[in-house]
């Protein structure tokens, strides 16, 4: 009898072990590799229709418009320095705050029911972390990017 008690707890245990197991590896592996396959496929195709384009321009005899053969439609590249930094800064705003906030809710919450969970800590220690890198990503390219922007920004008032 308690040979099988502890089997049908062991059949139990393994379970809910491979169920986790499927969940982490569907969250950790198949979904960034979905995100990147599905990013990937959004740029062969706008390639591939950029390519038939020209493909036809060539065909018909007809002049080859430049900015066709450029990666970069108006708006992107360089003149989106400012909002890429901007987006560094809001985030690292948004990740410090929450990481402390939950290291905060934390503590207080062991001081109330004297327990802690050290998952939410360490959740809390990668977002403060990662808020700090975003920051000082932001504050760094500021310093190295301010004649760039400062020329986006007199090239953008002058049309």
């Known amino acids: 009898m308690d040979m099988m008690i502890l089997s ?9 072990l491979i ?16 995100v990147v396959w599905l990013i990937t496929r959004y740029r062969t195709k706008k390639m591939e229709r950029k390519m ?3 493909m036809k321009t060539v065909e018909n005899g007809q002049q080859v418009d430049p900015a066709l053969l450029t990666s970069m ?9 400012k909002n890429n930094l901007l987006n560094r800064l809001a985030s690292g705003i948004f990740f410090t705050l929450g990481g402390v906030l ?10 109330v029911r004297e327990y802690i969970d050290m998952g939410v800590i ?22 190295f990017l301010a004649k760039e922007i400062e020329a986006e920004e007199n090239k953008i008032d002058l049309k």
């Open 8 to 16: 049908t707890e062991t059949v139990r245990y393994v379970t809910n």
């Open 19 to 34: 169920e986790n197991l499927f969940i982490m590896g569907g969250i950790c592996v198949a979904l960034p590799v979905t």
């Open 52 to 54: 038939d384009v020209l």
């Open 73 to 81: 439609q108006e708006g992107e590249g360089k003149a989106r320095l």
């Open 102 to 111: 939950l290291i905060i809710l934390m503590i207080v919450h062991y001081f």
């Open 122 to 143: 360490v959740i809390g220690s990668v977002c403060v972390s990662l808020g700090a890198g975003l920051l000082v990503s932001y504050f760094v390219g500021r310093k």
